[in-house]
């Protein structure tokens, strides 16, 4: 995205609000997600017209409609790939995707190395409960083993996956994560990967207070551990030595960053450099491909 579109408009948190109010459950992680989005959007001033909110299917892709902004809800796994031509169409654009540990991980999943790969600049914000909570509690890619859940009443047979582990493996260029009964933190990360320039990804996680009663917000609140004081985020080795919870917490804050070319960036120079060669002939291409 430009950063010049920051700082270009004054607004309150609240004046983000759309006029959809939210329908989540009573004691939801989502809100305090939601909360931490209108407070980011406010301290960097954004413009509601230059903000996009992408989504998929899930609770937390529910979050567009309660945000002043352009929106799109898409389909189920599909919100990274859309969000992709969203920003390539527009770079001047502020893209986020909102969604949830199934639609992200599961059907969504073979999106997920390629964006970060390709270092699309935008933001993912992950609302990861441990659980499918629209479709009324079946298990999901990060469902402990022991949770008893709607199709596998006895728990699960397969490890979780850690989602954070595999967007540093991936190539992410921001990776944190954090827990959304501290909007403050989650904020301030979300706002650190909207001024990153490149493929953010926020792991936050996000009690189910219907579905998931082995993960609720206390357990979550016990279960993560802010990284040690002198961690350098720009150290791969350490972001995954922590990654892997050698302490058996869950590590929240800044994990990692790094600057690297986005895609806008490469395809920049790709077409400066073939453009101005006296043999790039469009027409040509395009009749070399045509049927």
Known sequence: MNRAIFNNIEMKPKQYKSDVSPVWCPGCGDYGVLA???????????????????????????????????????????????????????PELAVMVTGGDGDGFSIGGGHMPHMARKNVDMTY????????????GQSSPTTRKEMPAYITPYGGVEEPMDP??????????????????????????????????????????AQCPTFNKLDTAKYYRDLVEELPEGYDPTDMDQA????????????????????????????KRLVDHVGGSADYDKQKIVDLNRP
């Open 36 to 90: 931490s989005v209108y407070r980011t959007l406010s301290e960097l001033g954004i413009n509601p017209k230059d903000f996009v909110a992408v989504s998929g299917i899930g609770c937390s892709s529910r979050l567009p409609y309660f945000v002043k902004s352009y929106k799109m809800h898409t389909l189920h796994g599909r919100a990274g790939a859309v969000a992709t031509g969203t920003q390539l169409a527009n």
């Open 125 to 136: 914000v992950l609302m990861d409960n441990g659980i499918y909570g629209l479709t009324k």
């Open 164 to 205: 954070v582990s595999y967007m540093l493996t991936y190539g992410a260029t921001y990776v944190a994560q954090a827990f959304a009964g501290n909007p403050k933190m989650c904020a301030e990360l979300i706002k650190g990967a909207m001024e990153h320039k490149g493929f953010a990804y926020v792991n936050i996680f």
């Open 240 to 267: 995954i030595k922590v990654a892997r919870r050698p302490t058996g917490k869950a590590p929240v804050g800044l994990i990692y960053t790094e600057d690297r070319y986005t895609l806008c960036d490469e395809m």
